[in-house]
């Protein structure tokens, strides 16, 4: 059994900053693939930022340069800090883990098998 619990999320203003959080409690696996995913009002769920077992990092180019990803050296903590945060970064943020997945290989959101309640991100003025 694997389960994710998130923290963090609420309204900010834009160009303000937030640091969402997700603890992922496992019997079986020691280390997971992570990921930080989003559904923004009415749109589909699209990815923010994943992180792998071997270390590979993607961003959606949405984020990048705003957003970092990072992940404890127990592979149990995942944490999203955002930056200049904008109006479209509204959304359900989710946090998701796989045991088996390789970012290399490509993926997307339906390839991680667990995922975290979600938190609601709203920015705006």
């Known amino acids: 059994q694997v389960k994710l619990v998130q923290t963090g999320g609420g309204t900010m203003q834009p160009g303000g900053s937030m640091t969402l959080s997700c603890v992922v409690a496992?019997?079986?696996?020691?280390?997971?693939?992570m990921g930080w995913f989003r559904q923004p009002p009415g749109q589909a769920r699209e990815e923010v930022a994943a992180?792998?077992?071997?270390?590979?990092?993607n961003y959606a180019d949405a984020v990048k340069g705003r957003f970092t990803i990072s992940q404890d050296d127990l592979h149990i903590t995942l944490d999203l800090q955002m930056n200049d945060l904008k109006p479209e970064d509204t959304g359900m943020y989710y946090c998701?883990?796989?045991?088996?997945?390789?970012?290399?290989?490509?993926?997307?959101?339906?390839?991680?098998?667990?995922w975290g309640q979600g938190t609601q991100v709203t920015v705006s003025s």
């Open positions: 998701a883990a796989d045991p088996y997945l390789r970012l290399a290989g490509g993926y997307s959101w339906r390839d991680f098998g667990y």
């Open positions: 496992s019997r079986t696996y020691n280390y997971f693939s």
């Open positions: 992180i792998d077992k071997d270390g590979m990092i």
